[in-house]
């Protein structure tokens, strides 16, 4: 199965919200809340920044949110600072021989 | 400290066989169910793998079934991911992964190990 799609970048200013889609279908993103996002800083470890669509870890700034409607999940990151600057999967649980996926990645760029 | 340690990685030819470990601390591994998760250079996240914490459910990406084996030492802390009939397109950092929810997997990782790099080149 095709990885789930992501935007290859977005951008936004200091200050501005920019928001990532996450696009599957009903056999993933669509049909489960199994969602999660990671944020990945050029040669660093991946963090987890959202979980099952819309949950935040503790110490993850109240800056980053998550939704979903029908196939498609979104990661929005408000109040942007340039410390926001990486790269951005998505992940889900799918029903399928292969059970998870990742989206092919976001660049987030700060102008 | 709450921290995964990967060791195992090296280059090694097509066909070839290699064992990556992941050493857990800090935390009750015996409760979690683990995963392996690859990037290749330049590339993004890869699922490979995901062991419930009993071992006793292991499911695979279908571009690893059949050559791959993931396995848990849960006496010891230790996953492991047992890499047979290695290909090019094998070579990545592996990184290992504890779930975020319990013994079965809630298919999000709250815990990263820095990754071993594999290379599979003659």
């Known amino acids: 199965q095709s990885a789930l799609t992501q935007p290859a970048s977005v951008s936004g200013s200091p200050g501005q919200s920019i928001t990532i889609s996450c696009t599957g279908t009903?056999?993933?993103?669509?049909?489960?809340?199994?969602v999660s996002w990671y944020q990945q800083h050029p040669g660093k470890v991946p963090k987890l920044m959202i979980f099952?669509?819309?949950n935040r870890p503790s110490g993850v700034s109240n800056r980053f949110s998550g939704s979903k409607s029908g196939n498609t999940a979104s990661l929005t990151i408000s109040g942007l600072q340039a410390e926001d600057e990486a790269d951005y999967y998505c992940?889900?649980?799918?029903?399928?021989?292969?059970?998870?996926?990742f989206g092919g990645g976001t660049k987030v760029t700060v102008l | 400290q709450v921290q995964l340690e990967e060791s195992g990685g090296g280059v090694v030819q097509p066909g070839r066989s290699l064992r990556l470990s992941c050493a857990a601390s800090?935390?009750?591994?015996?409760?979690?169910?683990m995963h392996w998760v690859r990037q290749a250079p330049g590339k993004g996240l890869e699922w490979v793998a995901v062991?419930?914490?009993?071992?006793?459910?292991?499911y695979y990406a279908d571009s690893v079934k059949g050559r791959f084996t993931i396995s848990r030492d849960n006496s010891k802390n230790t996953l492991y991911l047992q890499m047979n009939s290695l290909r090019a397109e094998d070579t990545a950092l592996y990184y290992c992964?504890?779930?975020?929810?319990?013994?079965?997997?809630?298919?999000?990782?709250?815990?990263w190990g820095r990754g071993t790099l594999v290379t599979v080149s003659s």
């Open positions: 992964a504890k779930d975020g929810y319990s013994c079965g997997p809630h298919w999000y990782s709250d815990l």
């Open positions: 800090g935390f009750t591994f015996s409760n979690y169910a």
């Open positions: 062991t419930w914490c009993d071992g006793n459910n292991k």
């Open positions: 099952d669509v819309s």
């Open positions: 009903n056999s993933d993103v669509g049909g489960y809340n199994y």
């Open positions: 992940s889900s649980f799918i029903f399928s021989s292969t059970p998870a996926i």
